[in-house]
């Protein structure tokens, strides 16, 4: 007899991006975090890292705002840590992106989980992709 457990979700702005289907039932929240208070009084941003794409969102007065990257638009990701916060920025095909304001650690462990979802997305080859021989 088989049971099929599923994670509970606790986060409420997953569940929302699950409800909007932002992001898919089979996909795999590898990281999620906020910006600081002082950053954004009143409503701070998020990044959510999946294993599929990596989701900008914040919250405006009448809605919100969301921007969705695919893991094939990257082009440079960088991350730049001061004293109290550190900034995620990736250069896209569309354009920059950028998140200040995170804690301290935030951008880096985001930058890590990145890097996971990516090589999640790449299968290993077995053969290298050239191979020279030497014939003499």
């Known amino acids: 007899m088989e049971e099929t ?8 702005v997953i569940k ?8 898919s039932k089979d996909e795999k ?18 990044v959510i890292v999946t294993d599929v794409q990596v989701i900008f969102y914040t919250t ?3 809605g919100y705002h969301l921007d ?11 991350v730049r840590r ?8 990736f250069i896209t095909r569309l354009g920059v992106a950028n998140m200040r304001g995170l804690p301290h650690d935030a951008a880096s462990e985001a930058m ?13 080859q077995k ?9 003499v």
């Open 16 to 23: 929302k991006l699950i409800k909007k289907r932002v992001i």
């Open 68 to 78: 969705t990257y695919g893991y094939d638009f990257f082009h440079n990701i960088s």
């Open 82 to 89: 001061g004293f109290f916060s550190s900034k995620l920025s």
């Open 112 to 124: 890590q989980a990145i890097g996971k979802g990516m090589r999640a997305r790449v299968p290993v």
């Open 60 to 62: 405006t007065w009448f």
């Open 5 to 12: 457990e599923e994670k509970e979700i606790k986060d409420p």
């Open 29 to 46: 929240v590898l990281y999620s975090t906020t910006q600081k208070r002082w950053y954004k009084l009143l409503w701070p941003g998020w």
């Open 127 to 135: 053969e290298p992709l050239r191979r020279e021989e030497l014939v």
